[in-house]
């Protein structure tokens, strides 16, 4: 018997794929008024509505994506998620290191919606 799979701590971003992330930012913060929390230039514009993170990100930062929406959930870790995601019908498109940020698992769903699990980076040492 395997163990109890965890179920992810929160959505910890929803993020749209955009060719002009600049352009759209006019849209969100202007017309929706969601208040900008972080920004990359014009790679990743992010916004903080609730408990939660909306963004904008330029088709090299949403790689794999190159449309749409992406819903990022945050685990503990990625600890047998390559073969549940595969044993249910999903694909494992990659990992992507982010250093001190954390990392990404990027994966397709049975419909092929893409969905990121982040983990955390463990705390630097004192």
Known sequence: MSAAIRPPRRVQNVFVVARE???LHAFYAGALGLPMKFRDGDRWIQ????N???????LEEAAPATSGLVMVLEVDGFEGAQERIGAAGG?????RDMGSHGAVLSLRD?????????????????
Do not use: I, K, M, W
């Open 110 to 126: 049975p419909e092929g919606n893409l969905v990121q699990l982040f983990r955390r980076a463990a705390p630097a040492a004192a």
């Open 21 to 23: 992330p600049a352009s």
């Open 47 to 50: 916004y903080g509505v609730g």
């Open 91 to 95: 694909q494992v498109l990659g990992l």
């Open 52 to 58: 939660t993170n909306v963004a904008l990100a330029c």
